[in-house]
């Protein structure tokens, strides 16, 4: 299936030249070198230090002469040479887009996000996370979908129909971030005898009530996150995905009220293993113009619970995360963006954060990326990223 999709991808780069010859058609796109320096040793054996990839993502868009239907064609290919499981290829995007007089209709491959905290996204079910591209969990798999849209005076209201599951990826045991047994990702299970056929939907409201901007939504079908289920597999003990059906209301907010910016998300989720209530919110404020410079800077705080505990999957369960974000508002955009969580529940457990990037001409860009993580605490989930500090260098070219 990798060498499938591999044979499609470079064969749509290869055409590349003669497709951005049609003036119907433009090409635009990234690719970027990569390299990771992780700042201790790994806990299992031979696992090097330094882990470099290399990334390209072009992106073909073509527009109707009357401007009502377009299609945009976003594939995605990853290079590394040290995690055979995280070089992979994938579909980003492949979306016909028809507009009506005030709805819109999508239909193929897409990525959709709801979410309005820094820390993370509780809302934002509809996409697969790429879990093999960066331990934020930020990078999401392409997901086939059919969607209408309806832009009203009384808000925004749209419905998915989700035809097909993407499974979520995991590092191989050559790489960092990995669990102490090996994922039998060929092997997952489901609750739905429909396997990855199951027919997943979703709805969401969305609209502006003076400074508030206001999400709900709801969510049926397949938990993009899977249970991991010890068993033996070839007389090695492995862990099996097992991914439940699951329904979710969500609720975001975001309030600009002068140079506040207020965040709230929150869930309610039920399964079959669990029922439960996260929320996380907080606020951004931003000084503009520091001390007399043209510097500005944005104060981060957010508060992270999940109702489960110590039995919650994600980190942030009665977690604070203060942070900075520093807007240099120079020519090449540069900006830094630094934080820090402590767990209120775990005086031992703590992970930082640093992201920071600038243009280096029109077409280059560096970024550096880095986290860090101390955990003493064997029942905690970050004790087993906890020797997998690292730094992140990047190079990046934009046509």
Partial sequence: MRVNR?????????????????????????????????????????????????????????????????????????????????????????????????????????????????????????????????????????????????????????????????????????????????????????????????????????????DWEVGLSYFDGTSREPLLLPQVNNQEPVLMPYYEQMQQIGVDTLAVVDSWLIKFEGIHRRSNSSDFTAITTGFEYTQVGVMGSVIDLGYLMEYQYDERGEDATSLGQNDLMLGARFVFNDIDGT????????????????????EAFSRINDHWKWRVDGWFFTSEDTRDTLYLIRRDDYLQLSLEYYF
């Fill in 6 to 210: 591999f044979s499609v991808l470079l064969g749509a780069l290869f055409v590349a030249p003669v497709m951005s010859v049609s003036a119907d058609i433009e090409l635009t796109g990234s690719f970027a070198l990569e390299q990771r320096w992780f700042l201790e040793n790994s806990p299992y054996d031979a696992i090097s230090n330094g882990q470099a990839s290399l990334y390209i993502e072009p992106e073909w868009y073509w527009e109707s002469e009357t401007g009502l239907d377009s299609v945009t064609f976003k594939p995605y290919l990853r290079l590394d040479d040290t995690d055979s499981e995280r070089t992979h290829s994938d579909i980003r995007e492949l979306m016909w887009l028809h507009v009506g007089d005030d709805w819109e209709l999508r239909t193929g491959i897409g990525k959709v996000f709801w979410g309005q905290t820094e820390s993370q996204h509780l809302v934002d079910v509809i996409n697969q996370t790429d879990f093999v591209e960066a331990i934020d969990g930020e990078d999401k798999l392409g997901q086939p979908m059919v969607n209408i849209q309806w832009i009203k005076d009384w808000g925004t209201a749209s419905i998915f129909l989700l035809p097909y599951f993407r499974e979520r990826t995991f590092v191989g045991v050559e790489g960092r971030f990995r669990l102490p047994l090996e994922v039998a990702v060929d092997d997952a299970q489901y609750e739905s005898n429909r396997e990855q056929g199951h027919l997943d939907w979703a709805a969401r409201w969305s609209h502006t009530l003076g």
């Fill in 335 to 354: 900006e830094l963006l630094a934080g820090f969580v402590q767990d209120l529940d775990n005086s031992n457990s703590q992970s930082a954060f640093v």
